[in-house]
T-cell receptor, first 113, second 115 residues
Framework: SQQGEEDPQALSIQEGENATMNCSYK?????LQWYRQNSGRGLVHLIL?????REKHSGRLRVTLDTSKKSSSLLITASRAADTASYFCATVPRMDSSYKLIFGSGTRLLVRP | DSGVTQTPKHLITATGQRVTLRCSPRSGDLSVYWYQQSLDQGLQFLIQ???????AKGNILERFSAQQFPDLHSELNLSSLELGDSALYFCASSVASAPQGGELFFGEGSRLTVL
């Protein structure tokens, strides 16, 4: 079963605009990670935020985490056509001996030139 | 290039057959993870190994099995293949013993088509 659900499922924006993707999850977590996948390619890690962190930045990426609402958001600022990809959140549930990184269903981002 | 190598890249086979997918992790990574990605099921965690030992199991069918060898490469065996097994199979590796320790590095996947 999916632990995380991304919203929206698909997003189309103009180059230069900001893109915001949201992720909701069901159980308490150790950390939450965001990955990017170009069509038919392998996933690439973008950023990891731990359960005791609220916000993290990496270049044009900003991730927030609200553990009380069990949600996270990924903001891509000043988007480029090359940002077109699917974006997934993934969580490590805080359970006994849990070693699973469970992915959400993903948001497909299209950045129009 | 993530440093994770998967072979073969593409595989076409018939129902009822058996295939083996191979994964070489990044140099120094002891953990190997297998994921299945299909259009209707999304990314499903199958199994994780750490230094040769099975650490976690997900939605892996009994027809599927995996192992990690002493040189740390891993193989995923899929048998009695069905049409629904057609998917992209990813291997990932990490230096940590568990995903809470850090990021996973993914290979480019093996695309399996069952006819």
């Amino acid at each position: 079963s999916q632990q995380g659900e991304e919203d929206p499922q698909a997003l189309s924006i103009q180059e230069g605009e900001n893109a915001t993707m949201n992720c909701s999850y069901k159980t308490s977590i150790n950390n939450l990670q965001w990955y990017r996948q170009n069509s038919g390619r392998g996933l690439v890690h973008l950023i990891l935020i731990r359960s005791n962190e609220r916000e993290k930045h990496s270049g044009r990426l900003r991730v927030t985490l609200d553990t009380s609402k069990k949600s996270s958001s990924l903001l891509i600022t000043a988007s480029r056509a090359a940002d077109t990809a699917s974006y997934f959140c993934a969580t490590v549930p805080r359970m006994d001996s849990s070693y699973k990184l469970i992915f959400g269903s993903g948001t497909r981002l299209l950045v129009r030139p | 290039d993530s440093g994770v190598t998967q072979t073969p890249k593409h595989l076409i086979t018939a129902t009822g057959q058996r295939v083996t997918l191979r994964c070489s992790p990044r140099s120094g990574d002891l953990s190997v993870y297998w994921y299945q990605q299909s259009l209707d099921q999304g990314l499903q965690f199958l199994i994780q190994y750490y230094n040769g030992e099975e650490r976690a199991k997900g939605n892996i069918l009994e027809r599927f099995s995996a192992q990690q060898f002493p040189d740390l490469h891993s193989e995923l065996n899929l048998s009695s293949l069905e049409l629904g097994d057609s998917a992209l199979y990813f291997c990932a590796s990490s230096v940590a013993s568990a995903p809470q320790g850090g990021e996973l590095f993914f290979g480019e996947g093996s695309r399996l088509t069952v006819l």
